[in-house]
C-alpha cells in the first residue's frame, strides 16, 4: 500500500455529510477486477447513485480503489466515493491520501476517528448498541453505521430514535434492493442505507442494474426523514 499520492481537491467531512444525507442509497461493493468494478460504479452512478462506499476486502483492494478514484473523476463527476472495512489507522490515512471521500467501519477505533478529524474526512464507524452509538458520537461521529441491520431489524432503529432522536443513522447488512425493504427501513427512521451483494446479483446487465437503481431512488425520494 503506497499512499504517498495525494489527492486532490478536497471536500469537507461536512459537506460530504450533507451530500449523503440528499443521496440516501449507498452501494457497497468489492470486486478485485478493476475493469469489472468500473462497468458496475458506471451503472450505479447511470441510476442515480451519487455517493458509493468501496470496501477493503481483497489483498489488492486499495490498488482497485486507487484506479476507481481516477475512473471516478473523469467518468462519474457528481460521485463521492469512500473506503469502507476499516479497522486501523494506517488503513485509514492510506485510503484518505488516495482520495477517499468518506471511511466506514465495521467497528468504532479512536484512532481512525483520529485520522479523519485530521484530514477533515467524514468518518461513519460501526456501532450495534445504544453505548456504542453513544461514544462514536462522543469522538464525533456525526453519521453512525448499524450492521449488521439484518440481525436487529427495523423496529430497533425505531426504539433507538426515543432517547437519540438527532443521531443521523445508517443501516447496512439486511437492506433488501426492494420497496418493501426500503420502506420498512426508512419508515423505521434511517437516514441512509448501504446495500451489498443484494444490490448487485445477476447484475451481468448494467442497464438493468442501472434502471433498478433509477426505480429504487425513485421511492426513496417519497419516503425518506
Not at 477533515?120 to 452509538?133: C, F, H
Not at 426504539?159 to 433488501?176: D, F, H, L, N, S
Not at 442494474?209 to 425513485?218: F, P, Q, T, V, Y
Request: glycine share 8%.
Amino acid at each position: 500500500m503506497n499512499p504517498a499520492t495525494q489527492y486532490d481537491p478536497k471536500i469537507s467531512s461536512a459537506d460530504v455529510l450533507q451530500r449523503v444525507l440528499a443521496s440516501p442509497v449507498i452501494p457497497v461493493f468489492y470486486h478485485a477486477d478493476v475493469d469489472y468494478a468500473q462497468r458496475m460504479l458506471s451503472a450505479c452512478y447511470a441510476g442515480g447513485i451519487r455517493v458509493f462506499e468501496f470496501t477493503n476486502r481483497g489483498d489488492n483492494a486499495f490498488e482497485v480503489f486507487g484506479q476507481l478514484r481516477r475512473y471516478a473523476r473523469e467518468q462519474c463527476p457528481e460521485l463521492l466515493l469512500g473506503i469502507g472495512t476499516i479497522y486501523n489507522a494506517r488503513d485509514a490515512e492510506a485510503f484518505i491520501l488516495a482520495g477517499a471521500d468518506f471511511v466506514v467501519q465495521p467497528i468504532t477505533t479512536a484512532d481512525v476517528a483520529a485520522t479523519c478529524r485530521h484530514h477533515d474526512v467524514a468518518w461513519v464507524p460501526g456501532v450495534m448498541t445504544l453505548n456504542e452509538i453513544f461514544h462514536a458520537t462522543r469522538l464525533g461521529a456525526a453519521l453512525v453505521k448499524i450492521f449488521p441491520g439484518s440481525v436487529v431489524g427495523p423496529d430497533y432503529v425505531k426504539a433507538v430514535r426515543g432517547p437519540m432522536p438527532q443521531v443521523k443513522i445508517m443501516v447496512t447488512g439486511g437492506v433488501e434492493p426492494t420497496v418493501e425493504s426500503l420502506r420498512e427501513w426508512f419508515g423505521a427512521g434511517v437516514n441512509c442505507v448501504g446495500m451489498g451483494s443484494q444490490l448487485f446479483k445477476n447484475a451481468d446487465d448494467p442497464a438493468a442494474l442501472s434502471r433498478r437503481i433509477a426505480g429504487l431512488l425513485e421511492f426513496v425520494a417519497t419516503v425518506k426523514p
